[in-house]
């Protein structure tokens, strides 16, 4: 399955910690996309990453991937109570078709 | 600046009954995808569509059936509905292909009693 299965499937942490969430899968891909879902509203693109590439930061964003793992992780530094959210990884392997894993979700207390 | 817009927000059906779900885009964009979303799944494509006039199967197409008659605009139908197409209804697009990022809706709550 082209299918990311994100870990831990919920996260809970104080503002001003750091989250980690990672993203595994297991075929080959063509880039691997970070989306974020506030709660009752649409998905909202974070980050894109090529797999010719190994990091990526945005903001309080960092990416990364590791093709001969074939894992993913998500870094959000600095977490804000704005933060709370599910978070999905989504895969664009040979089937040219954007496929999004299970999510993560954060809560950051405040 | 509304980005993907999607009608109606919620909706209540009763199994058989037909309903189209709209979803319009003013950002000049190409391809658009239906989505569902359930819980503990991530989402699931249902049908896309590359251009105007043009449509295509997604992961899970059956008991579904779309069109695209102008760029902007991607009807999502359901002719039969029955209890297991309850769910969350996204509508997504992207500026000219599939390994670009895709703008959401806020979805379509459904439930089909």
């Known amino acids: 399955s082209q299918q990311g299965e994100e870990d831990p499937q919920a996260l809970s942490i104080q503002e001003g910690e750091n989250a980690t969430m990672n993203c595994s899968y297991k075929t080959s891909i063509n880039n691997l996309q970070w989306y974020r879902q506030n709660s009752g509203r649409g998905l909202v693109h974070l980050i894109l990453i090529r797999s010719n590439e190994r990091e990526k930061h945005s903001g309080r964003l960092r990416v990364t991937l590791d093709t001969s793992k074939k894992s993913s992780s998500l870094l959000i530094t600095a977490s804000r109570a704005a933060d709370t959210a599910s978070y999905f990884c989504?895969?664009?392997?040979?089937?040219?078709?954007?496929?999004f894993g299970a999510g993560t979700i954060l809560r950051v207390k405040s | 600046n509304a980005g993907v817009t999607q009608t109606p927000k919620f909706r209540v059906l009763k199994t058989g009954q037909s309903m189209t779900l709209l979803c319009a885009q003013d950002?000049?964009?190409?391809?658009m995808y239906w989505y569902r979303q359930d819980p503990g799944m991530g989402l699931r494509l249902i049908h896309y569509s590359v251009g105007e006039g043009t449509t295509a199967k997604g992961e899970v197409p059956d008991g579904y059936n779309v069109s695209r008659l102008k760029k902007q605009n991607f009807l999502l139908g359901l002719e039969s509905a029955a209890p297991s197409q309850t769910s969350v209804y996204f509508c997504a697009s992207s500026y000219s292909n599939l390994a670009q990022p895709q703008h959401f809706g806020d979805g379509t709550r459904l439930s089909i009693l």
């Open positions: 989504a895969i664009l392997g040979d089937g040219n078709k954007l496929v």
């Open positions: 950002m000049n964009h190409e391809y």
